[in-house]
């Protein structure tokens, strides 16, 4: 049984007002208590609209035909190659588990199909739990037990939060709390003045199968003749964050949009399913008079943030390269204007099999430039959006990197595109196994004349070296599902870490089906950069009050500084004058910045350092060892100049004595230092002499 607490709002309190926005406070108090959640029928019966409302409601829909229109023209007569190349890898992620979201009727097996648009979106527990969420579904998963968790598998938003059967729910956004272990769930209801609200919704546990808190914000908030489009949310370590745009219902574009706004919760409260919940509204963010569109909500690069930033464009134009950086801090809101090194411009429609491309208006809809993901990952925000590549006049994916966020930030940016696919609705993730990477994974959607609608991912490292594109899933054919010129596309992409797993990264793109409808699929990506610098330390001279140390390290960048029992960083990596049964504090500090600390016990003489045979060795070798515990192991061979040569297979090991033979045939005669580690941690270490 589920148990769901059903709020609703009642205005009050105050508004406090500043020279770029406008701050309103709510107290949302409890009216209802449900009993029972309430599940779809076996029969999994619903009604979906078959085209819910365009980001920016439907009114600026005109006007975003009439661009593309002049996008097309635009860069069919100014092709453009002034973008710097940049570097390129041949790194890939590298994609394990994946699967289709179904679900079991009479004993048959069918997917889970999406509304239009799809609307991706997922998010995925440090406990290994996916929930998924396309318009109008909701569908959990336990990635370890290979099980969905929900009695009928999906379940409509609508029976999810109890809703009206003559209203429709649409637009969900899924986020995961790693610190509180709580699941995130904003959605929007309806798209008039009258019945719009934004529905919050809070789980109790990390198990979705446990009570989850439901709280309804006005979508009108302002009581001026107003709803609420297009929601991103995101979790700090105190607050709940969701934006969202103000539409006037039956205005041209110019008037029809009317800002947007940020809703500012207490997450302890809404955790807590509390009776009153305090939500403070910004409005009226604007800068030089203007407002401010599509706001998005930056997330944690491994987790919750510490302040909440936002980034924005002018989403709408040909060619634009102006990035507006917000932050909020102690309750006010921010804008700066950033110029980036290369611009933007609003996207053509993608093209399918049966796409005419001399109606601009035909094709997968692209909607517009607007940032569609960004992560904060240390002092810079990167971040993904929507772009046309002025090489091709193509559907690219913009990547831009912030700088500096907390002081005087600026903006750089690339584009990734394709002389075939179209590339739309990325999302981004970190997949660095070090606090100092700023490796990412982005993830998008594909399509073209002869590659049916599915979804694809690239690898960005620390010099900002792309991988090639590596293709998730081919989709099963075009999509047929609207009458006239366009299909929906997008409108996001899920895409999470696993913050609790190193480079390890959730995808849920959009995917097209054999019967030319439209689902998702959900894949398991890994970062291929498996290098990290790891501190090594030998005793080089053995006398008893003076033993000198030597530190070496395998990974990392060059050139390496050392700090001895916490002096400052040099290129030193000796250490003199400690005692037998010292315990000496070393850290090495590689190019990026990334460091490795070893606390050092220094061992008698006699000490077994392990027991290698036959070493030298022209092929087999073994290493015994042994262990307190039963646990995996593995072996790293680095060459003498502290390079990594190759990763052995992770093998299971029994408490007390263990045996790991592998051949050193494939290597260069050399010497060799080769380590055996459990859970990332070094047990032991060798030097193998291969002849």
Not at 415 to 420: E, M, S, Y
Not at 436 to 459: K, L, Q, W, Y
Not at 626 to 640: A, F, K, M
Request: glycine share 8%.
């Amino acid at each position: 049984m589920r148990f769901l607490l059903l709020v609703t709002f009642i205005i009050c309190i105050s508004s406090i007002y500043a020279q770029d926005f406008r701050k309103h406070t709510f107290e949302i108090q409890k009216t209802k208590t449900l009993k029972e959640f309430k599940s779809d029928s076996s029969f999994g019966e619903q009604v979906n609209n078959l085209e819910m409302p365009n980001p920016d409601g439907n009114s600026v829909k005109s006007y975003l035909l009439q661009q593309k229109i002049k996008s097309k023209n635009y860069f069919k007569n100014n092709r453009s190659n002034s973008q710097t190349e940049f570097l390129k890898s041949t790194l890939q992620p590298i994609i394990g588990d994946s699967l289709y979201p179904t679900r079991w009727v009479n004993g048959i097996e069918y997917p889970v199909y999406g509304g239009i648009p799809s609307d991706n979106t997922m998010a995925i527990s440090n406990d290994g739990i996916v929930l998924l969420a396309m318009n109008s579904i909701i569908w959990a998963y336990d990635t370890n037990t290979d099980t969905t968790l929900f009695e009928d598998q999906q379940i409509g938003l609508r029976a999810f939060v109890d809703g009206f059967g003559t209203s429709f729910y649409y637009d969900p956004k899924l986020a995961y709390d790693p610190v509180e272990d709580r699941f995130v769930l904003a959605l929007l209801k309806d798209n008039t003045p009258e019945k719009s609200e934004v529905i919050m919704c809070f789980s109790s546990t990390g198990n979705p199968l446990d009570p989850w808190y439901v709280y309804s914000l006005p979508g009108n908030p302002l009581d001026n003749n107003r709803w609420t489009d297009f929601p991103t949310i995101s979790i700090t370590n105190d607050k709940v964050y969701f934006t969202a745009n103000l539409i006037i219902p039956n205005e041209p574009w110019q008037t029809g949009f009317d800002g947007s706004i940020i809703w500012e919760m207490d997450k302890f409260e809404a955790y807590s399913g509390d009776t009153s919940m305090q939500a403070n509204l910004y409005d009226s963010i604007t800068y030089d008079g203007n407002y401010v569109r599509n706001l998005h909500l930056i997330t944690g690069a491994n987790g919750n943030v510490d302040q909440q930033f936002l980034l924005s464009n002018r989403n709408f134009s040909i060619q634009n390269d102006t990035i507006f950086f917000l932050s909020i801090d102690n309750g006010a809101v921010s804008v700066s204007p950033i110029i980036t090194d290369t611009p933007y411009g609003v996207p053509p429609n993608a093209r399918q099999f049966d796409t005419d491309t001399s109606d601009a208006t035909e094709g997968l809809q692209t909607n517009d430039a607007r940032v569609l993901g960004g992560i904060l990952i240390d002092d810079e925000i990167q971040f993904v959006a929507n772009t046309v590549d002025p090489s091709t006049g193509f559907c690219g994916v913009y990547h831009g990197v912030v700088s500096n966020v907390y002081n005087s930030p600026s903006v750089t940016g690339r584009i990734i595109g394709d002389t075939v696919k179209d590339f739309g609705y990325p999302n981004i993730a970190w997949s660095g196994n070090e606090a100092c990477d700023r490796e990412v994974i982005i993830a998008f959607d594909h399509s073209s004349f002869v590659d049916f609608p599915g979804n694809s991912t690239i690898f960005c490292d620390n010099d900002r070296q792309y991988s090639p594109v590596l293709q998730i899933k081919a989709g099963g054919d075009y999509v047929n599902r609207l009458s006239g010129g366009y299909e929906r596309w997008g409108d996001y992409y899920g895409l999470q870490r696993k913050y609790n797993s190193e480079g390890e990264v959730y995808s849920f793109g959009y995917l097209a089906m054999p019967n030319n409808g439209n689902s998702g699929f959900l894949a398991q990506l890994f970062s291929p950069d498996t290098s990290r610098v790891i501190l090594n330390i030998d005793i080089t001279s053995h006398e008893f009050c003076n033993v000198e140390l030597t530190a070496s390290q395998y990974g990392g960048e060059s050139p390496f500084e050392y700090s001895w029992e916490g002096t400052d960083f040099s290129a030193s990596n000796t250490f003199n004058g400690v005692c037998v049964n010292d315990t000496v504090t070393c850290v090495v500090r590689d190019n990026r910045g990334c460091t490795d600390t070893l606390n050092y016990v220094v061992q008698p003489k006699d000490i077994n350092e392990g027991n290698v045979y036959p070493n030298p060795t022209t092929d087999q070798v073994a290493i015994q060892f042994e262990l307190d515990n039963e646990t995996t192991v593995y072996i790293e061979i680095y060459d003498d100049n502290g390079r990594l040569v190759k990763r052995l297979q992770t093998l299971a090991a029994k408490k007390g004595l263990n045996e790991y033979v592998f051949s050193m045939s494939p290597l260069a005669q050399g010497v060799y230092s080769v380590l055996l580690l459990s859970d990332e941690q070094v047990i032991q270490q060798e030097k193998i002499i291969k002849q």
